[in-house]
Nanobody, 124 residues
Framework: QVQLVESGGGLVQAGGSLRLSCAAS????????MGWFRQAPGKERELVAA????????YNADSVKGRFTISRDNARNTVYLQMNSLKPEDTAVYYC?????????????????WGQGTQVTVSS
């Protein structure tokens, strides 16, 4: 069983930045592909960014390209989401997810473990 704990959410003005962190309890964190998803009120959960086990390959949704960066530190069992130039439409609960395997995974059903989520609110 893998426990995921997100942190770093909060309230920020449009144009500001936040960095989300997700700490994993897995002893073999490097065996897991990781992803960040978000869900806004009344909308479906969507993939924001994903990263393979080694961090050498990443994916970013079109809506966040050039603004968000996913990274990981396998020595610290942590994955990050650096969010710059935030917009009000980025307001959502952000979830960290882990999947056994090495590739970048784009479907939520591919992920085995989920965190509780952290709220990000961007004011205009």
């Amino acid at each position: 069983q893998v426990q995921l704990v997100e942190s770093g959410g909060g309230l920020v003005q449009a144009g500001g930045s936040l960095r989300l962190s997700c700490a994993a309890s897995a002893r073999t964190f490097s065996w897991y592909a990781m992803g960040w998803f978000r869900q806004a009120p009344g909308k479906e959960r969507e993939l924001v960014a994903a990263i393979r086990w080694s961090g050498g390959n990443t994916y970013n949704a079109d809506s966040v390209k050039g603004r968000f960066t996913i990274s990981r530190d396998n020595a610290r069992n942590t994955v990050y989401l650096q969010m710059n130039s935030l917009k009000p439409e980025d307001t959502a609960v952000y979830y960290c997810a882990a999947a056994v395997g090495f590739a970048v995974l784009l479907e939520s059903r591919s992920y085995d473990y989920w965190g509780q989520g952290t709220q990000v609110t961007v004011s205009s």
